[in-house]
């Protein structure tokens, strides 16, 4: 996804070949409505999660949309349940979003999304749909370290 967006595929084979993927506009995932937007894999489903503003605070709700292939061209749809599903987000919009299926397993929550707080050095979870509750601020912006990106092993394998 690029800043305007817009989503491309990327072929490897029989050449490398990037082709943008044809996809209706919504105000609903515009910049004017979702100021941060991170794009996440969960399982087959590609899901844009979005906030308004650059600042997480007590009220603030996250948006989750789900990209219909089945259309021509594609449609966004709003997700009102993440079901087994949490998503992981970082403060610096740059870093890719993680998701997890049955986060139980671990003592985590499903449908929530998961921020880390540098201030109080710990994770915040929002419940998908609820609004922020407590005294809590975080920043999303971009600062000046350089960002994790996370890489699925099977992303570098070589098809032969």
Known sequence: MDSDRRIFKVHLTPQINIQELPVIE???ISKRNLSNAWLVACGDMLLLVGCRGSIVVSGVTFEVFRLDLSF?????????KLEHWAIFISTD?????????NPEIWGGRSNCIYCYNQESERWISLELGKPLQGDVFIF????????PMWVIPSMLSVCR
């Open 26 to 28: 919504s105000s609903m």
């Open 72 to 80: 021509e061209p594609a449609l966004w749809f709003k997700v009102e």
């Open 93 to 101: 919009k740059r870093s890719q979003a993680l998701s997890c299926m």
């Open 140 to 147: 999303m912006g971009c600062d000046g370290k350089v960002q």
